[in-house]
């Protein structure tokens, strides 16, 4: 349905903060549900955060509080604010977007936590 690209991933140190963006093809402004997860190394790809509806907002209990979810409907862009990072979080970020019953994943950005 919609291509999506994520950018802003690298390498930061502990502590430190990054802000992932991911850019989408086509309009999504419809989109049920639009979320962003991660892999780490050796572990399964699991959910961060995620907007419902557009509105309502959910968050892993490991990134509460640290990490913040947005979109912005104009852009057909949904980011990923993410403060204190910590080694654990180093993973690919993937992002995703359901539209019309298709779930679209990107290729996903590496962030990597380290000093």
């Known amino acids: 349905q919609v291509q999506l690209v994520e950018s802003g991933g690298g390498l930061v140190e502990p502590g430190g903060s990054l802000r992932l963006s991911c850019a989408a093809s086509?309009?999504?402004?419809?989109?049920?549900?639009m979320g962003w997860y991660r892999q780490a190394p050796g572990k399964e790809r699991e959910l961060v955060a995620n907007?419902?509806?557009?509105?309502?907002?959910n968050y892993a209990d490991s990134v509460k509080g640290r990490f913040t979810i947005s979109r912005d409907n104009a852009k057909n862009t949904v980011s990923l604010q993410m403060n204190s990072l910590k080694p654990e979080d180093t993973a690919v970020y993937y992002c995703?977007?359901?539209?019309?019953?298709?779930?679209?994943w990107g290729k996903g950005t590496l962030v990597t936590v380290s000093s």
């Open positions: 995703n977007v359901n539209l019309r019953g298709l779930s679209n």
């Open positions: 086509g309009n999504i402004g419809s989109a049920n549900y």
């Open positions: 907007i419902i509806r557009g509105t309502t907002t």
